[in-house]
């Protein structure tokens, strides 16, 4: 039943933090003035009287002559219908909801497969860090880890396209696919695949099993970059959770009474110890997110992050505002979900 | 009288000495902080002695379009060239101070910023503590390279105004950390015997609490160094001001990034200038850590 209280007050807690964020939002579009937002909607070639009269009818629509807590509502009723203004970029021109529509599904993809290396590699690699301290299996991921912490997340992505792309050739590292395998398929027009907008799972629907083997192979490289720059976090954290969970009394009773040192890691002491590295995940997305921005901007894969980076260049303020609040909902509501994840696998915890 | 002041300060001496050996007796710490002064030594030289390096241009890049295509290290040019033709060692011997310089502003920023409204927080309690912890939660949850993205497009796409930007994001990690510092250094008894002296709410929070908070933040900052001057170059070198001529070594990686294939050396000296550095500024932190920490005292 406490269970159920905690969850409400979470709930509860999401609401200040969702119009935190909004009016965030809200504030950095309007603090950069009206004529970025107008830059939005009006032809930039229109001038004299015509652009005045257009920018007279635009601001009476958009209301943005009242006062700035009352557009605040405006604005948001805008944002709830669905309307999050317009974006020009050289990769995309056209409503903020299409352009995220289009770009989100890239993103989420590789941070879903990077989330997975980061779970296969990480976990793996803490527990057996932990296990072995002092050893030098222990020192060499240690070490490893740490260099890999200190590591801008482009130094990353470059040394793995040195590494696997261009001397090894192993490996794609520009865009999601080859163009000359889809220059001739029905279902990809203009670097956008249909219906789903990820070419692999697009690639499957169709049957296309050589665009589907291509657009994963494209996927590796991104994502094992964006896993590279979180790991290392994950490893420290898991590390340290891992050797305190070992210290606890219900462990050495476990050895006391002879239960085999293997059944002591994996059964015992593992499970503990991962559950304070789910809230760590919270973190975990955050860095996903903003490595995303990098990644893609490297690899030219078209996501959201490759997207605010050309909003950036553009000066496009409908681009960067709406991916800023999109990433924002994304983590919040990860968080959320997480946090309810945790109260119910952890008995322990306070509600 | 006289007496019991010398025997502070020999405990406060002793007290000095056990950190000192503490820190030095972490092998990596020294490292790191061998690496961060030859660092500091440079900023300075380029700051105050441009010429004691032998640089004309010390605040500039200097481009070469007669010969703009990366160079490879040779003789004259130690790290080779990058694209327009700009000597890489001499201009990661200049970014070095402007990286450095506005990390350090970043971080001092915050963690001011952060501090103080920690601080207040803590001791205020009841709606204040709840209006700033609210907010810290609202900037947390925006992935911090995204918000300090468009925080400093909005103020305007400069250096100066990155890092004003950056500063913004970065307070709240302070404001948590001193919150809860002070939370728990409020239910000490020297804090209850200065309430029971008559001291002031202003007195005890400046005077008493703060002189506390402060060692584990100044950890923080040095831990945190590292992250920022990443966060920094990673702005920079994602094309945030536009036709910067600035030596930055993310913008200095950025600049060769169309060669990277033919020319690796473009991206990998800055790169690897910068990983140097938080490398050894998280070297020092571990080490400063250390110190702070009861258990390594003992």
């Known amino acids: 039943m406490r269970l159920w209280i905690y969850i409400a007050r979470r709930l509860l807690i999401l609401i200040p933090t969702l119009v935190g964020l909004t ?48 557009q605040y509502f405006y604005w948001l009723a805008e944002v709830l219908k669905g309307n999050w203004g317009y974006t020009n970029t050289p ?45 030098v299996g222990d020192n060499a991921v240690r070490v490893t880890s740490f260099g890999l912490y200190s590591m801008p997340i482009y130094l990353i992505a470059v040394a793995l396209i040195l590494a696997l792309g261009v001397y090894l050739k192993v490996l794609p590292f520009a865009g999601v696919v080859n163009p000359l395998l889809v220059s001739n398929v029905p279902w990809y027009h203009n670097g956008i695949s249909y219906p789903t907008h990820i070419l692999l799972i697009d690639a499957i629907i169709h049957g296309d099993w050589v665009v589907a083997g291509n657009a994963f192979l494209h996927m590796i ?22 050797l305190e969970v070992l210290d606890q009394d219900y462990i050495k009773l476990a050895r006391a009474k002879g239960v085999p040192e293997r059944a002591v890691y ?85 509600y | 009288m006289e007496t019991q ?23 990596g710490a020294v490292v790191g902080l061998v690496i961060v002064l030859v660092y500091v030594v440079d900023a300075l030289l380029v700051q105050f002695f441009p010429q004691a390096l032998g640089l004309k241009h010390p605040y500039t890049l200097v481009s070469n379009y007669v010969n703009p295509v990366p160079q490879p290290p040779s003789a004259s040019y130690p790290f080779g060239t990058t694209f327009p033709g700009v000597d890489l060692f001499t201009s990661i011997l200049k970014a070095v101070r402007v990286d450095l310089g506005y990390s350090l502003f970043v971080v001092l920023l915050g963690a001011f910023i952060g501090t103080v409204l920690g601080v207040i927080s803590a001791f205020a309690g009841g709606i204040v503590d709840e209006f700033v912890m609210r907010i810290t939660d609202i900037f947390f949850s925006i992935p911090y390279l995204v918000l300090a993205l468009a925080i400093g497009f909005v103020l305007g796409r400069t250096l100066d105004n990155m890092a004003l930007a950056l500063a913004i994001v970065w307070w709240p990690i302070y404001a948590r950390y001193a919150r809860g510092q002070a939370l728990s250094i409020k239910e000490m008894t020297f804090v209850e015997a200065a309430r029971a002296s008559g001291s002031g709410g202003g007195k005890i929070m400046f005077r008493h609490i703060l002189p506390n908070v402060l060692p584990p933040i100044f950890v923080q900052i ?24 600035v030596p930055e070594l993310g913008y200095l990686a950025s600049l060769g990034l169309n060669y990277v294939a033919t020319a690796p050396w473009t991206v990998l000296f800055p790169g690897a200038a910068i990983t140097l550095f938080a490398l050894a500024v998280n070297l020092v932190g571990d080490g400063l850590r250390d110190v702070l920490d009861p258990r390594r005292r003992s």
Not at chain 1, 316 to 325: A, E, F, K, P, R
Not at chain 2, 16 to 27: A, D, E, M
């Open chain 1, 23 to 70: 009016f965030i939002v809200f504030a950095l579009t309007h603090a950069g003035g009206n004529n970025l937002i107008l830059a939005e909607y009006i032809n930039p070639r229109l001038s004299g009287p015509a652009r005045e009269e257009a920018v007279a009818k635009l601001t009476a629509e958009l209301h943005l002559n009242q006062p700035i807590y009352v």
């Open chain 1, 91 to 135: 990769i995309f021109s056209g409503s903020v909801t299409q352009a995220i529509a289009l770009f989100m599904p890239n993103t989420l993809s590789i941070s879903l497969f990077a989330a997975l290396l980061i779970w296969v590699i990480g976990i793996p690699l803490g527990v057996f860090s932990a296990v072995n301290r002092d050893s």
């Open chain 1, 221 to 242: 490289l991104p994502s094992l970059t964006l896993a590279l720059g979180v790991l290392a976090g994950v490893i420290r954290i898991l590390r340290a959770s891992m």
């Open chain 1, 266 to 350: 994996n059964l015992h002491a593992r499970r503990n110890a991962i559950l304070p590295t789910v809230t760590f995940f919270g973190y975990t997305v955050a860095g996903l997110l903003g490595g995303a921005v990098v990644v893609e901007e490297v690899f030219n894969y078209p996501g959201i992050g490759y997207w605010t980076t050309q909003a950036l260049l553009n000066n496009d303020v409908g681009g960067i505002l709406g991916s800023t609040l999109v990433f924002g909902l994304i983590l919040i509501f990860t968080s959320l979900i997480l946090d309810i994840v945790y109260a119910f696998l952890d008995p322990r915890i306070k």
């Open chain 2, 5 to 27: 002041k010398t025997e502070y300060e020999a405990d406060r001496f002793r007290e000095i000495k056990t950190s000192l050996s503490v820190f030095f007796s972490n092998k």
């Open chain 2, 222 to 245: 040095s831990l945190d160094l590292g992250t920022v001057v990443l966060v920094f170059s990673v702005l920079a070198f994602i094309g945030f001001i536009p036709n910067a001529n």
